[in-house]
């Protein structure tokens, strides 16, 4: 069982930046993929960016690649997701998620364990 905990959302600016960070409980978090999604109200869920269990791969949507950054330490059993140049569209509840092995897959079906979630809006 791992539970997930996001924090560092927030309020910011069209163009600011935050870091958001998920902390696991658990032994095993180093031999966990890790994927953060997030949901804008009145959409579906979808991928944002996903890390392999040694941080040696990384996946991004489209549509924030080259702002954000996914990375993770194993020795503090947390994961990161570095967001710039924030727009409005980029305003949705922020989830992190975690399997059992493997890379940052994109399905969210995929994943076993989710965290609560924390708010990101950006005003423009």
């Known amino acids: 069982q791992v539970q997930l905990v996001e924090s560092g959302g927030g309020l910011v600016q069209a163009g600011g930046s935050l870091r958001l960070s998920c902390a696991a409980s658990?032994?095993?978090?180093?031999?966990?993929?890790m994927g953060w999604f997030r949901q804008a109200p009145g959409k579906d869920r979808e991928f944002v960016a996903g890390i392999s269990w040694s941080g040696g791969s990384t996946r991004y949507a489209n549509s924030i690649k080259g702002r954000f950054t996914i990375s993770r330490d194993n020795a503090q059993n947390t994961v990161y997701l570095q967001m710039n140049s924030l727009t409005s569209e980029d305003t949705a509840v922020y989830y992190c998620?975690?399997?059992?092995?493997?890379?940052?897959?994109?399905?969210?079906?995929?994943?076993?364990?989710w965290g609560q979630g924390t708010q990101v809006t950006v005003s423009s």
């Open positions: 998620a975690a399997r059992a092995g493997g890379n940052g897959y994109t399905l969210a079906s995929l994943y076993d364990y």
């Open positions: 658990g032994r095993t978090f180093s031999s966990y993929a």
